[in-house]
């Protein structure tokens, strides 16, 4: 979490972060997850849907190539 935070905060990932707040919390089988909530600086905020699809995105695994995987992420996610 800390390289993750760090990234965030200082490689520019999103431009200009003023500030980062953020809270891991662990589910019913033990797994943590993190929800982080990110200020950005007014001229780096990204104004439209189509601007943050560039940033944030899923890859669902193939059912064929992948099956295990694939499984898994249908079950847990």
């Not at 909530?37 to 439209?48: F, I, N, Q, R, V």
Request: proline share 5%.
């Amino acid at each position: 979490m800390d390289g993750l935070m760090k990234d965030l905060r200082h490689n520019k990932v999103f431009a200009s972060v003023k500030a980062v707040i953020y809270t891991v919390e662990f589910q019913k089988r033990g797994l943590p997850h993190t929800h982080i909530l990110l200020w950005l600086a007014c001229e780096d905020k990204l104004p439209t849907p189509t601007d943050i699809d560039r940033v944030i995105s899923v890859e669902i695994l193939d059912k064929v190539e992948d099956p295990r995987y694939y499984n898994a992420v249908r079950d847990f996610m």
